[in-house]
């Protein structure tokens, strides 16, 4: 997070939301039982920020965004987007923010690129003018025009998300939600897409919200990374910081012997050392300042059957891991 002096674009003011889900007690009966998806959620997100906003499976993501974008109203706290209230004052707040969805498109997938660009700057009530300047602008970043007369479902899904992100910036939104945008994309799509989001990010200073699992997106893109878990922020700091913090650390990988798991475990939990199981790969999160890691490394050899090691300085993707499992 850089030392801000302007007023926040975003702003979270321990907000929560419970949702209640009804279970049948009997014929005729039912109780509410309570799930508190976001917690006391307190962040101020500042013009032209680049945030990675990430955490597990059902950990509050997207009920945060939906408080953000208007679409859910909390249950306590305040949450002002460019100084609106978004549940309060959809239309309003529709005009500052974007979101894009990796999975789906905004588009309408009969009508051609060109038709449904035209139909955003009605229903955005684009200047002429505007229009034609953001048009070129996104033609020069991301090469709109080159799909201008395909119908949007001839598209390729590289193709498709590059021009959802392009008519999702028609408006000039202050704020861009993305919801997983490159899931499914080879590696040159992926990566032209995030070097075309860090461009709009500088050029016309979009705040850019990310919610991916895909951890490597995050390491390239974001300046900082908030993490919730089970509605809680559980970090939320700068990258750089995040690396800081654990840059004593380093990560042992390798493919350990099905039949050894247990004793593995168990040797692993004595050193109190953090880990992660993928299959046949073990993720080991070594402290230096706290463990020895060639003492380590010669009695996983010893006392194991182990191959394809690998011994890496941590990166963030690691150390989300680790917070993760803690
Ligand atoms: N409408 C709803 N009614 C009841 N529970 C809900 C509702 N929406 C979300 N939840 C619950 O709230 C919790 C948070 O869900 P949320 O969708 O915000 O998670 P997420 O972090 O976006 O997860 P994912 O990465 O899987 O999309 C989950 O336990 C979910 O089951």
Redesign the pocket.
């Known amino acids: 997070m850089k030392v801000q002096v302007t007023k926040p674009i975003i702003h979270l003011e321990n907000i929560s ?1 419970t ?3 009804r279970k049948k007690t009997g014929i005729f009966k039912s109780i509410k039982i309570p ?4 917690q006391e959620v307190n962040f101020d997100i500042y013009p032209g920020e680049i945030v990675g906003f990430i ?12 408080m953000m974008t208007g679409i ?1 109203t909390p249950t306590t706290g305040i949450c002002e987007v460019g100084g609106i209230i978004p549940y309060e004052s959809r239309i309003a707040n529709a005009k500052n923010i974007s979101v894009v969805f990796g999975q789906r498109t905004q588009m309408n997938w009969d009508l051609t690129v060109e038709d449904n660009f035209n139909l955003l700057k009605e229903i955005y009530d684009v200047s002429d003018e505007q229009f034609k300047r953001q048009v070129n602008l996104l033609d020069q970043h991301m090469g709109i025009k080159k799909f201008w007369e395909q119908q949007v479902r001839s598209l390729s899904l590289g193709q498709r998300v590059l021009t959802d992100i392009a008519i999702s910036l028609i408006h000039s939104p202050k704020v861009i939600y993305l ?1 997983e945008p490159t899931i499914g994309l080879d590696i040159m799509i992926k990566d032209k897409i995030l070097k075309t989001l860090k461009l709009i990010n500088q050029k016309e200073n979009v705040t850019i919200i990310l ?1 991916t ?1 895909d951890l490597s997106e995050i390491e390239l893109l974001c300046e900082r990374i908030i993490i ?1 878990e089970e ?1 809680k922020i559980i970090y939320d700091d700068t990258k750089d910081k995040m690396l800081e913090t654990f840059s004593t650390d380093s990560v042992i990988q390798f493919d350990y012997d099905y039949t050894e798991l247990k004793e593995l475990e168990i040797f692993i939990k004595n050193k109190k050392i953090d880990y992660s199981v993928e299959n046949k790969t073990m993720t080991l999160s070594i402290q230096q300042d706290v463990q020895d890691e060639k003492e380590i490394l010669s009695q996983l050899y010893l006392n194991f059957s182990i191959n394809k090691m690998t011994v890496a300085r941590t990166s963030v993707q690691d150390v989300v891991r680790s917070i993760y499992s803690k």
Do not use: E, Q, R
């Open positions: 939301k949702f209640y889900l799930k508190h998806a976001v955490g597990t499976n059902g950990a509050g993501k997207s009920t945060t965004i939906k859910l919801d919610t699992h919730i509605g």
